[in-house]
């Protein structure tokens, strides 16, 4: 995810070398501009999903195993 922001926003979205070294997409790419569809929104946007409900689990851990929040 973070590669992905990355190279469209500092990079104009055309695929350079750190990007292909970051996830192992071919050095052929380099120079080519990186194509967002609905099937990568989707994809992104699941794990941002998740990484957002593990957070909030782990918190939510937190404050229950803690008593002094109770009201």
């Known amino acids: 995810l973070s590669a992905k922001r990355n190279l469209i926003v500092h990079n104009g979205g055309i695929i350079n070398e750190e990007y292909c070294s970051k996830l192992g ?6 120079g080519e501009e990186l194509v967002i569809d ?6 992104l946007g699941k794990g941002v999903m998740e990484i957002g ?3 909030l689990n782990a918190v939510s851990s937190m404050v ?3 008593r002094s929040y109770d009201v």
């Open 25 to 30: 997409v071919g050095r052929e790419k380099i």
């Open 38 to 43: 609905n099937n990568n929104i989707c994809k």
């Open 53 to 55: 409900i593990a957070m």
């Open 64 to 66: 229950l195993a803690d």
